[in-house]
């Protein structure tokens, strides 16, 4: 017996066509024996139309939030006239429709009144997005033959109340799953779950963090003791490079779990940053693929770093970031100063993408996302007051407009001559590298460029990825 996690994503339920053919691969699946759980998005566009609502009805925009009710309700409505027969199944689906979007106008509503909306409201409205749609999905199935119930997930996934961003309690989590939804399974139900959400232990929705129902879906993967995660999106699969830098991008039959890690943090839209960690002990496969193109492979996702003759696997950039100096020559040896300054960016919100030290001390750079440089900088200013005064740091230095460039593939720091291939190549690109970091993960290298030639950049090493695939 197999048991089979299917994650698809706002494409892929984004409208009655595509959501037939959802109907046909989770049907194709269920050969005797196996057992499927569903976990879906919202259609494509639902979460950020709702959260537009909210903040719309925030600032006093009544008309906005219900016309973005009365546009949602019809959206889905539609999709259930056309992937149902009439009958009470599809009476009862329309009305929870109903149900729901009035749900929204009420919290639209409450907002209005206040004119804020607090972090708790915001996970409310947002998960409207995954509970219409997989009761939408649910009913396609049932029509379609399978036995399918929409769940959703607040009853499976506890979290702590980090609202927009909550973290899985996992003992709790995993108990839940296997007394509320492993006997669902067992009586022949394929569970239809909503992705992206989680709640509280009293019971409030919150939210996963965007594009969040990958991670789900390796949630209930990791806690059900599937067999395989099955993320079904828009791409044949995990690509050498973004096709829209270079055209010559080709699907990756095989990359690791930490080489598709490395991908997702530096920029690849494929895959949540997250989604490996909870499969990763259990070593569950992990397959990428492409509800419009069922009969294509996909990228398999394992534990095991193959090498490839180039080493270079794929190339990925992350735009719109900026890289942060702390300089001064009383640095050097004085423990603490890049510890209170990565200490005083987490503390504002800032994300640190990568880190470099040059070994003489006297300066380090790291790199934030463009919106939050200006706050970092102030925040690690106020932070170091003292040292600045006393001139043993200069203070911190922005540069904007630089992009990082990310290589990855197996062994990558244990093979000597590849970082030394990389940089030949941007020197005889003439890009200037800016700064450089290896990942710990031994399978990445890391630098910063400027904007302007992170094109140039991609495409020349992208040079070296493909040669990996063809071999
Ligand atoms: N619907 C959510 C989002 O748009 C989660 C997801 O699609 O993964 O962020
Ligand atoms: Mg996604």
């Known amino acids: 017996m197999q048991t089979l996690t299917m994650k698809f994503g706002g494409t892929s339920v984004g409208s009655p066509e595509a959501i037939s053919n959802v109907a046909a691969i989770v049907g194709d699946a269920l050969v005797p024996d196996n057992r499927v759980i569903v976990v879906v998005s919202a259609m494509s566009g639902v979460t950020d139309a709702l959260l537009t609502s909210v903040r719309e009805a925030a600032s006093g925009n009544?008309?906005?939030?219900?016309?973005?009710?009365?546009?949602?309700r019809d959206r889905h409505e539609e999709a259930v006239n056309l992937l149902t027969s009439p009958g009470k199944d599809r009476d009862t689906v329309i009305n929870e429709i109903g149900v729901l979007m009035k749900q929204h106008t009420e919290l639209c509503q409450a907002v209005n009144i206040l004119g804020e909306a607090t972090p708790r409201i915001l996970d409310a409205v947002v998960s409207f997005g995954e509970r219409l749609s997989c009761r939408v999905v649910a009913a396609a199935l049932r029509s379609h033959g399978v036995n399918a119930v929409a769940c959703d997930a607040t009853q499976f996934i506890v979290t702590d109340d980090r609202y927009g961003n909550a973290s899985v309690q996992w003992a709790d989590t995993e108990q839940r799953i296997r007394e509320k939804l492993l006997p669902v399974l067992d009586s022949g139900i394929v569970p239809v779950i909503t992705g992206f959400i989680g709640a509280t232990r009293d019971g409030h929705a919150t939210a996963l963090?965007?594009?969040?129902?990958?991670?789900?879906?390796?949630?209930?993967?990791?806690c059900s003791d599937s067999d395989e995660l099955i993320i079904w999106t828009d791409v044949d699969g995990v690509m050498?490079?973004?096709?829209?830098?270079?055209?010559?991008?080709?699907?990756?039959?095989?990359?690791?779990?930490?080489?598709?890690?490395?991908l997702a943090f530096y920029g690849a839209k494929v895959l949540h940053p997250k989604t490996v960690q909870p499969i990763l002990n259990r070593k569950i496969p992990l397959r990428v693929r492409n509800t419009f193109n069922p009969q294509h492979q996909g990228t398999l996702i394992g534990p095991n770093g193959q090498r490839s003759e180039t080493v270079i696997k794929a190339v990925t950039s992350v735009r719109n970031v900026s890289l942060l100096t702390v300089s001064g020559k009383g640095m050097i040896g004085v423990p603490g100063i890049a510890g209170r300054t990565f200490l005083a960016t987490a503390k504002m919100g800032g994300n640190i993408l990568m880190i470099s030290q040059a070994s003489s001390e006297q300066n380090f750079c790291f790199v934030v996302l463009d919106d939050r440089a200006g706050e970092a900088k102030a925040a690690i200013e106020a932070e170091l007051a003292a040292e600045i005064a006393r001139q043993d740091v200069d203070g911190v230095e922005v540069l904007g407009d630089v992009a990082i460039v990310t290589t990855v593939g197996a062994g990558m720091q244990g093979t000597p001559?590849?970082?030394?291939?990389?940089?030949?190549?941007?020197?005889?690109?003439?890009?200037?590298?800016?700064?450089?970091?290896?990942?710990?993960?031994?399978?990445s290298i890391s630098f910063v460029v400027d904007e302007d030639n992170l094109q140039k950049a991609v495409i020349a090493l992208h040079d070296l990825a493909l040669k990996a695939v063809a071999v």
């Open 209 to 222: 963090g965007r594009g969040g129902s990958d991670y789900s879906g390796a949630i209930f993967a990791a």
């Open 417 to 443: 001559g590849v970082a030394g291939r990389i940089f030949t190549v941007m020197g005889d690109n003439n890009v200037n590298v800016v700064a450089i970091a290896q990942g710990a993960s031994e399978c």
């Open 62 to 72: 009544k008309w906005s939030y219900l016309s973005c009710a009365q546009k949602l």
């Open 240 to 262: 050498t490079t973004d096709p829209r830098i270079d055209r010559r991008a080709r699907v990756l039959p095989y990359v690791s779990y930490q080489e598709v890690g490395e």
